[in-house]
């Protein structure tokens, strides 16, 4: 079989696997059972053909994403021992969130000990940055208290084998108090990210005020840890599929498909709510920074594209800083700009993160009062900093912050089934707010000179008159 057919004979085969079980399901037609179940797990075979022609971690998560919701409808009492399975992979994240935490903000802020030296180009950069992820945030928010794409969720089987208690009422003194730490093991054995967050920044600015010589190791040690810990995460990855798939497996088993409604209406969420922060918000400063929004379009498409397909920011890195270049940014405002924005700037991520944060309280029956929501976007805020470089890293992210809130963790694995397609949006947005970030700052700093159309160097004045004597004397010499 040609490779260029299996796609199209996967996709025919579990559309038509899909559509007869919808119209048996709403008993426009009937067929007999033991059909229906023959053509769906037929579709699921030519699925997993495809599956080992690809042989891509992201392609074998929708795989065990239908697999997994296949098993569930079709032996659900099966479904429910796979659990332990889910529950191994879940136990595997936990233990990333605090060193890859502590390890990014110590580099993202220590690292940049320079911002001194650097001067008003850093503070307005920064300003910049946590002026429009904050923006996300409440967009993220708004749209998913508007949607409540996680509302409605059948809870009867979750609920007798996952205990789900509601946050508890507390005051501004116990939710001030509760952001400190007092033993930082304590917060690490806990999981109580926003105190290890809180321990790191301190940390941070307590080792960038010390000498080079004693800060260098300290910042080595931690850039190692970081790049570590996301090694870390890339191998409990391989594991994904098979947490991925008994997780759907278990959470159908219990509820049927009736989950997997809500999951698209949060797929539909995320994209309008990305789509109106670009219109909102991304376009507007463009405008304001008298950025060309043509030339802009053109020059980061070639970044973006490479973000959406590979959910990775930093593979888009070199390609967007060099054009950016092109476009007229300083290469010193794209060099310090860029790179950090991919620590402090990631516009799509943060509105994901607030939306996906709300859509596990709406999915387990819990109504967060708007207190409760505003600390949840603080602590996403700061624990947001430094996921750009590995796809899906967020889970993480989300993961500690719905345990700080004593949220169930059960909707996280519905959601990583349909991670990827946020993924590569959440992602291209992340790029295009760094792009848009260099231009703004080096417009800002009145340094931003856009190139003419053709793609041409501008040249000046200064440049024409050095060329003068150049061309005067290679025409007496044609002479």
């Known amino acids: 079989m040609k490779k260029s057919f299996i796609p199209l004979a996967t996709l025919v085969a579990i559309t038509v696997a899909a559509i007869l079980t919808l119209l048996q399901q709403y008993s426009f037609i009937s067929l007999p059972t033991d059909l229906l179940l023959a053509i769906r797990w037929a579709g699921i075979g030519v699925l997993l053909f495809y599956g080992l022609q690809k042989r891509s971690l992201t392609t074998w998560i929708l795989i065990s994403m239908v697999v997994g919701a296949e098993i569930g409808y079709d032996f659900p009492s099966f479904a429910t021992n796979l659990n332990v399975l889910s529950k191994v992979f879940l136990k595997l994240i936990k233990t990333i969130i605090a060193p890859l935490i502590f390890a990014t903000l110590v580099v993202g802020i220590a690292g940049h000990a320079n911002l001194k ?58 939710i001030i108090l509760h952001v400190f730490p007092e033993n930082i093991a304590k917060s690490v054995a806990e999981g109580q990210v926003l105190q290890i967050v809180v321990f790191s920044v301190i940390f941070a600015i307590g080792l960038a005020m010390v000498t080079e010589k004693k800060r260098k190791p ?108 092109k476009l007229g940014v300083p290469r010193r405002i794209v060099a310090f700009v860029m790179p950090t924005g991919y620590s402090f700037n990631l516009d799509g991520t943060t509105l994901y993160l607030a939306l996906a944060s709300v859509f596990v309280a709406q999915a387990a029956g819990i109504d967060l009062s708007w207190e409760q929501q505003l600390l949840m976007v603080f602590t996403l805020m700061l624990t947001s900093k430094g996921v750009a470089g590995v796809p899906r890293a967020s889970l993480v992210i989300l993961l500690g912050t719905v345990a700080s809130f004593n949220l169930p963790v059960w909707p996280l694995f519905a959601i990583l ?63």
């Not at 998913?144 to 003194?173: H, L, R, V």
């Not at 789509?275 to 008298?290: E, G, K, S």
């Not at 009145?446 to 004397?473: H, I, M």
Request: hydrophobic share 50%; proline share 4%; aromatic share 8%.
């Open 117 to 174: 030296q650097i001067g008003s180009m850093g503070w307005k950069a920064l300003l910049y940055f946590e002026v429009v992820t904050t923006i996300a945030l409440f967009i993220g928010l708004a749209a998913i208290n508007i949607s409540k794409a996680g509302e409605g969720i059948d809870m009867t089987g979750i609920a007798e084998t996952e205990e789900i208690q509601a946050p508890a009422k507390q005051t501004w003194s116990d």
């Open 417 to 479: 089934g349909i991670d990827e397609l946020m993924d590569m949006a959440r992602t291209s947005i992340n790029v295009t707010g760094n792009c848009l970030a260099t231009a703004v700052v080096a417009r800002w700093e009145g340094e931003f000179n856009p190139t003419p159309e053709t793609g041409l160097v501008e040249t000046t004045n200064s440049e024409l008159e050095d060329r003068l004597p150049e061309q005067e004397s290679q025409e007496k010499e044609m002479v």
């Open 218 to 325: 300290m910042i080595d040690f931690c850039e190692s840890l970081s790049e570590t810990m996301f090694k870390f995460t890339n191998i409990i990855m391989y594991f994904a599929p098979v947490g991925v798939g008994a997780a759907i497996a278990y959470t159908v088993g219990h509820m049927g498909f009736g989950i997997l409604v809500n999951l698209f209406q949060l797929l539909a969420t995320l994209y309008v709510a990305l789509l109106a922060f670009v219109l909102l918000v991304l376009l507007p400063i463009a405008l304001i920074a008298r950025v060309p929004i043509r030339r802009f379009v053109n020059a980061i498409s070639g970044p973006v594209s490479i973000a959406f397909a590979t959910t990775s920011s930093e593979a888009a890195l070199p390609r967007a800083m060099e054009e950016m270049e």
